[in-house]
């Protein structure tokens, strides 16, 4: 999986493109949202457009982010899954705790309200 | 340190947690002992979690990925005696109650099962 980190408006986002498998590279993933936890750059998007698959382990993951920005009062929200990446959301039911939108755009004006 | 003991009753899987849950090593067993349970086909999960003292993010998403695991075998698992402190930081996370279901006890919980 690769991770790359840009920002649009002040709202930080994180494109990620490839299989989340909880791997290694999953865990850089942890390290980033940690550091822009410590930086107080609270509103964060992760794009899930090139996302293939994802693993429990992956889902765990992206819990895990979405916890270390709720300790530091900052929400995270995912856009773009494909349809396979939002069937393993509902699943699972982490479409009720995080907001998922369509498109990056409309996640970036949910931010702004 | 977090220890695992699981055992069975009435066909529903228990694991008796011990200590705190920050997703090192210790932590990944909760999801391997599940999935070694999910391949012998057992479908009804319980972690008991009245032992558990700390857990943090990296923590809650092993707990979500065990109960991810379980999900998409169509299983199912729910949390009993969570304390006061764990509460607190499931629902800070938004899992307490939107993904767990949390009993007080392991006989309530075995009953929702049916």
Same mark, same amino acid.
């Given at each position: 999986m690769k991770i790359k980190k840009r920002e649009v408006?002040?709202?930080?986002?994180l494109d990620l493109s490839g299989e989340m498998y909880g791997g290694p590279d999953n865990m850089e993933l942890v390290d980033i949202v940690s550091e822009l936890a410590k930086e107080k750059k609270l509103d964060l @998007? @992760?794009?899930l457009a090139k996302v293939k698959w994802i693993s429990s382990t992956g889902l765990g993951i992206l819990v895990s982010a979405r916890s270390r920005f709720a300790k530091e009062g900052g929400v995270v929200k995912l856009c773009h899954p494909n349809e396979r990446v939002l069937g393993i959301l509902q699943v699972t039911r982490l479409n009720l705790i995080f907001d998922v939108y369509p498109s990056e755009q409309e996640a970036i004006e949910s931010l702004k309200q | 340190m977090l220890t695992i003991a699981d055992r069975e009753e009435g066909g529903?899987?228990?694991?008796?947690?011990s200590g705190q849950i920050d997703g090192g090593p210790d932590s990944e067993k909760i999801q391997n002992t599940i999935k070694k349970n999910l391949a012998k086909g057992?479908?009804?999960y319980i972690l008991n979690?009245?032992?558990?003292?700390?857990?943090?993010?990296?923590g809650a998403g092993v707990m979500i990925a065990s109960y991810a695991s379980a999900k998409r075998e169509d299983a199912s698992l729910k949390?009993?005696?969570?304390t006061e402190r764990v509460t607190t930081v499931l629902k800070t996370c938004g899992l307490i109650p939107e993904v767990f279901e949390v009993y007080e006890s392991i006989e309530d919980a075995i009953k929702s099962f049916s």
């Open positions: 408006d002040g709202v930080a986002i @998007i @992760i794009n | 529903v899987v228990i694991l008796d947690l057992k479908k009804s979690m009245h032992e558990v003292r700390w857990l943090n993010s990296l949390l009993v005696s969570v």
